[in-house]
């Protein structure tokens, strides 16, 4: 790879700008001082420093945001904020995408990657990865609704869902639940639950296969993947 593409790939500005870094003499290949933005550079044998400091090369980004309401699971937007614009610099210049969507009022877990082949298997039907969402319902959830979900129901456009798991955390006026769903169909909790008379007015994703929210994050807070989590889902 050519020295000014690794550095500008690892956000060291523009090619423009890794230029002038290299004029300035900040930048050293196993400790010989070089200028030429041209050189090949092979990152995984050879220390790169800048300043003195090893630039450590990673081609994937992979990072779990709680996604707040009010911001779109997307790139860019016309209208709206997306997911993305609440990334720093650094992390958009690995130029990364959601994983699958989550509606603009929807909160809660939301993988953000450049890794095309991970975000297929975790999409892909075939999978069936199982998603948790907990949800406020509007009306009283009762066993006839988790038999409903057990069986898969019928949305309005005449599609039958894959059985999904309800768990009722509190039946009354205004319900709590947990829904565990294998699919990823347009605003599909909502139009499970419409299906059985029901509405939901509050929704947050939990989990997504072996990734779960960390409940530390804030809304609209994001974190690197740990190792763990990485291995688990590489599995
Ligand atoms: N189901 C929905 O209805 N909305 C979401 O955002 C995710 C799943």
Not at 69 to 81: N, P
Not at 85 to 110: C, I, M, S, W, Y
């Amino acid at each position: 790879m050519r020295l000014d593409k690794l550095l500008a790939n690892m956000g060291y500005g523009s090619r423009k700008e890794v230029k002038q870094l290299l004029k300035q003499k900040a930048v050293t290949i196993d400790g010989v001082e070089v200028k030429d933005p041209a050189m090949k550079v092979d990152p995984e044998k050879q220390n790169v420093s800048v300043f003195g400091e090893r630039v450590e090369y990673v081609e994937f980004i992979y990072l779990m945001m709680n996604k707040p309401q009010g911001v779109i699971s997307a790139t860019e937007d016309k209208y709206d904020k997306t997911v993305i614009d609440l990334l720093d610099p650094l992390a958009q210049h690995f130029k990364p995408f959601p994983v699958g969507r989550l509606d603009k009022d929807t909160e809660g877990l939301l993988l953000i990657t450049n890794d095309g082949n991970l975000a297929h298997n975790l999409l892909s039907p075939k999978k069936h990865v199982p998603k948790v969402y907990y949800a406020l319902i509007d009306g009283v959830v009762t066993q006839s609704d988790i038999d409903a979900f057990a069986q898969g129901v019928e949305l309005e456009d005449g599609y039958m869902t894959m059985p999904g798991h309800l768990v009722i955390l509190k039946s009354a006026e205004q319900s709590e639940i947990e829904l565990t769903i294998q699919e990823g169909k347009f605003h599909q909790v909502k139009r499970m639950f419409e299906a059985v008379d029901k509405k939901v007015t509050y929704l947050k994703r939990l989990s997504m296969g072996s990734l779960k929210l960390d409940k530390v994050l804030e809304l609209g807070d994001y974190r690197e993947l740990t190792e763990q989590e990485l291995a688990l889902l590489f599995n």
